[in-house]
Nanobody, 130 residues
Framework: QVQLVESGGGLVQPGGSLRLSCAAS????????IGWFRQAPGKGREGVSC????????YYARSVKGRFTISRDNAKNTVYLQMNSLKPEDTAVYYC???????????????????????WGKGTLVTVSS
């Protein structure tokens, strides 16, 4: 009933761009906190970017700040992650996740809540390689 479906992953060359989409069903995105997480081979799940649905505040991991942008289209019930200037180290499975607590600060959601997010998509693979 509650679903998050990611799309937009694929193979891209270093320096290229991709836009990931996360389509929500069964609930409205404006009723939850939401973010993007990624897991690279041999590493834990990292909070990449999160956005608060209450005040619109955002958080970006240090490794992606200035290159990635999170945005939300409530009319389409979809969240996006625009990824520019991609690097090989960005290679990972990217997951969209939502939390029932819409008032949680974006940085807390991404850094602390992490695995505790309530709803998860199945992920989309991003591979950055020549």
């Amino acid at each position: 009933q509650v679903q998050l479906v990611e799309s937009g992953g694929g193979l891209v060359q270093p320096g290229g761009s991709l836009r990931l989409s996360c389509a929500a069903s069964g609930f409205s995105l404006d009723s939850v906190g939401i973010g993007w997480f990624r897991q690279a081979p041999g590493k834990g799940r990292e909070g990449v970017s999160c956005i608060s649905s209450s005040d619109g505040s955002t958080y970006y991991a240090r490794s992606v700040k200035g290159r990635f942008t999170i945005s939300r289209d409530n009319a389409k019930n979809t969240v996006y992650l625009q990824m520019n200037s991609l690097k090989p180290e960005d290679t990972a499975v990217y997951y969209c996740a939502a939390d029932r607590e819409r008032d949680t600060n974006a940085s807390v959601m991404c850094v602390i809540t992490n695995y505790g997010m309530d709803y998860w998509g199945k992920g989309t693979l991003v591979t950055v390689s020549s």
